[in-house]
């Protein structure tokens, strides 16, 4: 145990004159020195003291603030009172060494008080033997609920769902319902409807708080619930269970298996975390860095990016091979040399523009029927509207600077060329993946740059060559 030397000036007031953000919305970096010194200190309760008004995603942040060590020894002294919730908040890499760094023991007890969605969030990427000892602590009802969702697949809606809710039968009145729901200590701590179901937990229809507390005590449950109800398949991949809350505006969806039954919802705080997810994923995946979180480390980070710049490596070999095949012509024209940069670059980016488009297009499931035609249709028009106005711009700045109205004709040929490449493999290679049950969002951005760079280098300087007659 430290003296009081250990904490800065002003510690033993600093929870009522210092906020927790700045004027920024940052931690204060005061707030944060202190807390550090009360780490430090072992001083457990005064930190207990200013940790418990943060909300969970505040504690969150003030994981990633602190270093490795720091954040362990404010879990430990915490004990009991760290609501292990705060973890869902964190960086994987984070949540991992934190949880690898306590004991099992520990862990159960903190599953056995959280929601089943957040235990099964924190458990599923724990090693095996790990989380099979963890499960085998927590009691039967608990153990078998989270061994039931962590059966299902990843990144499905199973894996998501949260498996407290309130079903009652079609028979029943409103009144029934609600000595029923007042009676019950085990309810889930938020919910937005009720289940209506049989005798095999099939949903027969739903029935919204609202529409339920305005009715009176005699109704009947069945005369009026909602028969029209949306459900999500427990298989379902979560992205298409995203898909459906925005579609038709929900708070709440129920989850059933394959035989129909329901065994859990969906509420709208984890959809939005999903699209959270899936949108990182996919912006991620478009620059090649896979997985890869902020709070990773230098050795992590450079395995996770080494596949990707291989594979542009090798692109960019092809492009030169390319460009190799033409070394006599620019030799005896060196201007091409200076020139044909600008036209694999404008490719490059409008092929990267339409194949953004066209990536966003297909997670969001806009190109059925006959939008894809029209994207097609659109793009190629595009890339002859944009390549003709920029040829024109590029080929007068050309013919002004060399003094060659020729010279000027084949940059901007070539930058029509390109550009109507640029905006037709844009699409084409995006859907071709797609077709191929391959993420267009992984490798889109690298065959779509090297075949711009390829048609763009291959069009200006053949263009040139048959031109000026340099082969």
């Known amino acids: 145990m430290s003296d009081d030397?250990?904490?800065?000036?002003?510690?033993?007031?600093?929870?009522?004159?210092?906020?927790?953000?700045?004027?920024e919305g940052q931690i204060g970096a005061l707030w944060l020195e202190r807390l550090k010194a009360f780490i430090l200190g072992r001083r457990s309760e005064d930190m207990a003291l200013v940790m418990a008004p943060l909300h969970i995603a505040d504690v969150g942040d003030v994981l990633e603030q602190l270093e490795a060590q720091e954040r362990i020894a404010l879990v430990r002294m915490l004990g009991e009172r760290f609501d292990f919730s705060a973890l869902t908040e964190v960086d994987e890499s984070i949540r991992l060494e934190i949880m690898e760094a306590l004991p099992n023991a520990e862990i159960a007890r903190a599953m056995a008080e959280l929601d089943n969605d957040d235990a099964v969030f924190l458990l599923e990427d724990l090693e095996k033997a790990d989380r099979d000892e963890?499960?085998?602590?927590?009691?039967?009802?608990?153990?078998?609920?989270?061994?039931?969702?962590?059966?299902?697949?990843?990144?499905?809606?199973?894996?998501?769902?949260?498996?407290?809710?309130?079903a009652i039968p079609p028979f029943w009145t409103v009144g029934q319902a609600i000595d029923y729901l007042r009676a019950d200590q085990d309810l889930p701590d938020e919910f937005y409807q009720l289940y209506v179901v049989d005798a095999a937990y099939k949903v027969l229809g739903t029935l919204p708080l609202d529409k339920f507390l305005r009715a009176k005590r005699a109704t009947?449950?069945?005369?009026?619930?909602?028969?029209?109800?949306?459900?999500?398949?427990?298989?379902?991949?979560q992205e298409e269970a995203a898909r459906s809350f925005e579609r038709y505006d929900l708070v709440e969806v129920g989850v059933v298996d394959e035989n129909g039954r329901l065994v859990g919802v969906l509420t709208i705080d984890d959809i939005v975390d999903v699209i959270h997810e899936e949108a990182d994923e996919d912006i991620k995946l478009l620059a090649g860095v896979g997985d890869e979180e902020?709070?990773?480390?230098?050795?992590?980070?450079?395995?996770?990016?080494?596949?990707?710049?291989?594979?542009?490596?090798?692109?960019?070999?092809?492009?030169?091979?390319?460009?190799?095949?033409?070394?006599?012509?620019?030799?005896?024209?060196?201007?091409?040399?200076?020139?044909?940069?600008?036209?694999?670059?404008?490719?490059?980016?409008?092929?990267?523009?339409?194949?953004?488009?066209?990536?966003?297009?297909?997670?969001?499931?806009?190109?059925?029927?006959?939008?894809?035609?029209?994207?097609?249709?659109?793009e190629m028009?595009?890339?002859?509207?944009?390549?003709?106005?920029?040829?024109?711009?590029?080929?007068?700045?050309?013919?002004?600077?060399?003094?060659?109205?020729a010279l000027g004709a084949v940059i901007g040929s070539a930058m029509v060329i390109n550009m109507i490449v640029a905006g037709t493999f844009g699409i084409l290679i995006p859907v071709t993946l797609d077709r191929l049950r391959a993420d267009p969002a992984i490798a889109s951005a690298v065959f779509v740059t090297t075949i711009t760079d390829i048609i763009g280098f291959f069009a200006f300087l053949g263009i040139a060559g048959l031109w000026f007659g340099l082969f």
Not at 11 to 21: H, N
Not at 136 to 160: H, M, Y
Not at 220 to 237: S, W
């Open 294 to 378: 902020v709070s990773d480390t230098t050795l992590d980070t450079v395995k996770s990016r080494m596949p990707w710049l291989s594979v542009n490596l090798v692109a960019a070999v092809l492009v030169s091979f390319v460009i190799g095949l033409f070394n006599a012509t620019i030799e005896q024209m060196v201007a091409l040399a200076v020139l044909m940069p600008i036209v694999a670059s404008m490719g490059g980016n409008a092929g990267t523009q339409t194949m953004t488009v066209t990536v966003r297009a297909l997670a969001m499931r806009e190109l059925e029927g006959g939008r894809l035609r029209r994207l097609i249709r659109r």
């Open 134 to 166: 963890i499960l085998s602590a927590l009691p039967a009802f608990e153990r078998l609920a989270l061994k039931r969702s962590l059966d299902f697949p990843e990144d499905s809606a199973g894996r998501r769902m949260q498996t407290d809710f309130i």
């Open 381 to 405: 028009v595009v890339g002859v509207a944009n390549g003709v106005i920029f040829a024109i711009f590029i080929g007068v700045v050309t013919a002004f600077r060399y003094g060659s109205m």
């Open 220 to 237: 009947r449950i069945e005369a009026i619930m909602n028969t029209g109800q949306v459900l999500v398949d427990a298989l379902e991949d």
């Open 5 to 23: 030397s250990d904490i800065p000036p002003g510690g033993e007031t600093w929870v009522a004159s210092d906020a927790f953000r700045d004027e």
